[in-house]
């Protein structure tokens, strides 16, 4: 069964706090990172540019997604993928693929998203995502400790 991406209300707050907290749990494996979370409450304070989504499976919570636009300051590009979390008892069921096609449907434009070079998942992951969503003009720059994707998808839907 395919996912749903659903815009998280105000009373999803607490749940989604709790997925971020053990998000940054798995990431902290890898480089140190802020905690609290320095742009939580911006999510539901700036409905024009940022969105808060849930990632459902079976009408149940399998992770989320939280996708920043240009109007937030947070990036030159038109959305970026600030962060995106499967929950590890849904992982490996296509969930994260078929969310994230349905993320760039909802926010059609050029994207940009980091990953830690160290996070071998999320480097396999996020290349094979981009592509099976379509997406076009795909670019790789790595500086640092991360790799920047950046990519359109304007023209796949």
Known sequence: MPSQVQLAATSD?????????????EL???APVARPYPYF?????????????????????????????RASGACDTDFVMAEFY?????RELGLGADATRHLFEAHRGSWSLHVMLQNVGARTYWPRA????????????????????????????
């Open 130 to 157: 981009i592509a099976q969503a379509g997406a076009r003009e795909v670019t790789e720059q790595t500086q640092d400790d991360t790799v920047e994707y950046r990519f359109v998808t304007r023209e796949m839907f």
């Open 28 to 30: 902290s494996a890898y």
């Open 41 to 69: 409450d911006s999510y539901w304070q700036e409905p024009a540019g940022r969105w808060p989504y849930l990632i459902l499976h079976d009408k149940k919570t399998a992770g989320f997604a939280l996708v920043a636009g």
């Open 13 to 25: 707050q607490p749940a989604l706090r709790q997925m971020l907290d053990a998000y940054l749990d």
């Open 86 to 90: 499967i929950l590890p008892s849904h």
